[in-house]
């Protein structure tokens, strides 16, 4: 729809005005029931919410979406109220009211939180179509300068752009996010999935676990920012990858909400079988060079 209005009319298409595109979609979709946009404080844990005014009368909805205006940053506010008119357009037949946290905005993967989920999913892809980010992205290298420009360009926070690359990157990297040296969540690509669990879990005594004591992000605590990354060890924050394995961390601190971001991006996995074939390949190839040098040369 926004594709076919600028077309016609110009104007920049991004980042996208959600504040004025939502009291538009009623009449666009013919719902019949109108939606106000308010900004208010809410209690610091709550990123927005979605209100029917009218409850009583089915099919007759006002509806209010309301954010936290305590919030400073732009982009997590245009993304709250992208996540809200996604609650109004797929969820309204089943809740009068929905109350939205900050880890109802971040974490996309928890059964519990399919309407959650759901309208994460539509935020994300209003206000990052996927055709244009692949097309920001084409074949550079991926950085936080890369990255960061698409954060500008859809006028979304750091972590929404990341979260977004990560859904269809054919990359292997793992999101994390620590505070004082702990993992608070990580999250994988499709192929960064597996080796993002561990880091996810908690240990047995309730802690969460510890970055990695060799890892730069806590090496490199003179710095607030490594936005091209370090190459280090695979194995230093994933001890079941191959030796002779380099990642690329990256990562930004912010001391607005006294969070690290770590972006590692390691190359292609290699399973155990083809890591043992590899390594016979090499033993095949000393055996080889041990026969030359003792000056056996092969039999043509
Ligand atoms: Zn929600």
């Known amino acids: 729809m926004l594709d076919g209005v600028h077309a016609i009319h110009g104007g920049s298409r991004y980042p996208i005005d959600v504040e ?87 974490h996309w993967d928890s059964p519990e939180r399919q309407m959650e989920n759901q309208a994460n999913i539509f935020a994300s892809c209003l206000l990052m179509p996927r055709p244009d980010f692949e097309a920001q992205i084409g074949s550079s290298p991926i950085d936080l300068d890369v990255l960061g420009a698409c954060s500008n360009r859809y006028g979304v926070s750091l972590t929404a752009a990341i979260l977004k690359w990560l859904e269809f990157t054919s990359a292997r990297a793992v999101l994390v996010m620590s505070r004082n040296g702990r993992v608070q969540w990580a999250r994988g690509s499709e192929s960064g999935k597996w080796i993002s669990i561990a880091l996810n879990k908690k240990r047995s005594d309730g802690q969460r676990t510890r970055l990695p004591s060799s890892c730069a992000t806590v090496l490199q605590t003179s710095s607030n920012v490594d936005r091209q990354g370090t190459e280090l060890d695979a194995r230093v924050w994933f001890p079941n990858e191959p030796s002779g394995m380099t990642l690329r961390e990256m990562r930004l601190v912010s001391d607005q909400y006294r969070q690290t971001m770590t972006l590692l991006v390691l190359p292609a996995e290699i399973k155990p079988w083809e890591r043992d074939q590899t390594q016979e390949e090499d033993e095949l190839e000393d055996t080889y060079n041990r026969f030359i040098r003792k000056g056996q040369f092969p039999v043509p």
């Open 20 to 106: 004025n595109l939502i009291p538009e979609i009623p009449s666009a979709h013919n719902t019949g029931e109108p939606i106000v946009v308010q900004g208010q404080e809410l209690d610091p844990e709550f990123e927005g919410a979605l209100f029917n005014l009218n409850p009583d009368q089915p099919g007759k909805g006002s509806w209010a979406v309301v954010y936290n205006q305590s919030i400073e940053s732009e982009g997590r506010i245009r993304f709250t109220l992208a996540h809200e008119l996604g609650h109004y357009l797929v969820h309204r037949h089943l809740h009068g009211e929905f109350n939205c946290s900050e880890a109802d905005t971040l």
